[in-house]
T-cell receptor
Framework: DAGITQSPRHKVTETGTPVTLRCHQTENHRYMYWYRQDPGHGLRLIHYSYGVKDTDKGEVSDGYSVSRSKTEDFLLTLESATSSQTSVYFCAISESGTSGYNEQFFGPGTRLTVL | AQSVTQLDSQVPVFEEAPVELRCNYSSSVSVYLFWYVQYPNQGLQLLLK??????LVKGINGFEAEFNKSQTSFHLRKPSVHISDTAEYFCAVSEGAAGNKLTFGGGTRVLVKP
């Protein structure tokens, strides 16, 4: 299994509070991604990173920010959590995105509940 | 923009019976196509992928899929399912642009019954 960990694995929080989810990899892969999974929608890309301090928005980026200060860590922040952000969040990594295609490997997920 | 439609949200099937999961996509450019499986309370695992070449792709656990460009489809099949195939299956597409971004379908939940 690819070396990807996510923390925390489960979190319950209240509306309006800030929340940060962490993705950590030991593979030294260049690309990192945050997805959310909701019933009927599959996985939708929130943000992704193509290098340290290089990030870009995905399909559902509103209400989320990200940071990547080290190759191995990619943080997802909900500045002020809302109930619509209750979801399962997955981190993924891939080796490169500029030539051909390289498989994305997924972490175990974080289940976030916003009350 | 690319999109992916999985036509069945749930597929019940008896053990040792065949199963087909349907996937259609839309894109204005050439794409790469994937099927992922998610077992309960786990992350996603790649079953198979189509990048180029033969349109019949074989994956892990006895699954295969056929790329049909004219019908913009990438249906997944298994001739004989096991109880352990109970999972959710996701079709995904990438246009291969920088970033390898994936667009997923809504998923098909397969329940294998004894």
């Amino acid at each position: 299994d690819a070396g990807i960990t996510q923390s925390p694995r489960h979190k319950v929080t209240e509306t309006g509070t800030p929340v940060t989810l962490r993705c950590h990899q030991t593979e030294n892969h260049r690309y990192m991604y945050w997805y959310r999974q909701d019933p009927g929608h599959g996985l939708r890309l929130i943000h992704y990173s193509y290098g340290v301090k290089d990030t870009d928005k995905g399909e559902v980026s509103d209400g989320y920010s990200v940071s990547r200060s080290k190759t191995e860590d990619f943080l997802l922040t909900l500045e002020s959590a809302t109930s619509s952000q209750t979801s399962v969040y997955f981190c993924a990594i891939s080796e490169s995105g500029t030539s051909g295609y390289n498989e994305q490997f997924f972490g175990p997920g974080t289940r976030l509940t916003v009350l | 923009a690319q999109s992916v439609t999985q036509l069945d949200s749930q597929v019940p099937v008896f053990e040792e019976a065949p199963v087909e999961l349907r996937c259609n996509y839309s894109s204005s450019v050439s794409v790469y196509l994937f099927w992922y499986v998610q077992y309960p309370n786990q992350g996603l695992q790649l079953l198979l992928k189509y990048l180029s070449g033969s349109t019949l792709v074989k994956g892990i656990n006895g699954f295969e899929a056929e790329f049909n460009k004219s019908q913009t489809s990438f249906h997944l099949r298994k001739p004989s399912v096991h109880i352990s195939d109970t999972a959710e299956y996701f079709c995904a597409v990438s246009e291969g642009a920088a970033g390898n971004k994936l667009t997923f379908g809504g998923g098909t939940r397969v329940l294998v019954k004894p």
